[in-house]
């Protein structure tokens, strides 16, 4: 069982919060979902010093945080506002799957539109940089 620091576990609560206001999306209505995730992330911000996707295998975690592409908020999740761990949903704690291009993963949930689609995809003008990446990287 992973024991983050106290510090840590704030911190990624705070942003959390913060990036559901910003997104338009609530946390899993299932806490241990969300709780689980938030702890792995905090354990991340404690060895790695940043908030690496914990529902990921990587092959080099230090190597992995020099891109941003899985610090979360992730570019999934910017760019789609799809969250493949199932901490920024919608109110039915679903993932949002609507931006998503074709042969993306999460495209398994089927459509899912976006309750807010005011809100978030700061980074929706790089889709096209994301997708050349993930053919060239797993997804
Ligand atoms: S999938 Fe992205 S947004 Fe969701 S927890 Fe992982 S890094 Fe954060």
């Known amino acids: 069982m992973i024991t983050p620091s106290e510090l840590s576990q704030k911190r990624?609560?705070?942003m959390?919060?913060?990036f559901c206001d910003k997104s338009g999306t609530v946390t899993h209505p299932d806490p241990s979902v969300s709780e689980g995730v938030e702890l792995g992330l905090a354990h991340h911000m404690d060895t790695l010093g940043k908030p690496l996707c914990p529902?990921?295998?990587y092959p080099n975690k230090?190597?992995?945080i020099k891109h941003r592409t899985w610090v979360c908020p992730c570019d999934d999740m910017q760019i789609y506002k799809y969250c493949?761990?199932?901490l920024f949903?919608?109110?039915e704690g679903m993932p949002i799957t609507e931006y998503l291009p074709d042969g993306h993963d999460g495209k398994s949930y089927?459509?899912?539109k976006d309750p807010t689609p005011d809100k978030g995809r700061a980074l929706k003008s790089k889709a096209h940089e994301?997708?050349?990446e993930r053919k060239n990287r797993p997804s």
Do not use: A, P
């Open 12 to 14: 990624i609560k705070k």
């Open 16 to 18: 959390v919060q913060t």
């Open 55 to 57: 529902c990921r295998f």
């Open 62 to 64: 230090t190597e992995e």
């Open 84 to 86: 493949h761990c199932l």
């Open 89 to 91: 949903v919608n109110k």
């Open 110 to 112: 089927g459509i899912i």
């Open 130 to 132: 994301r997708e050349e």
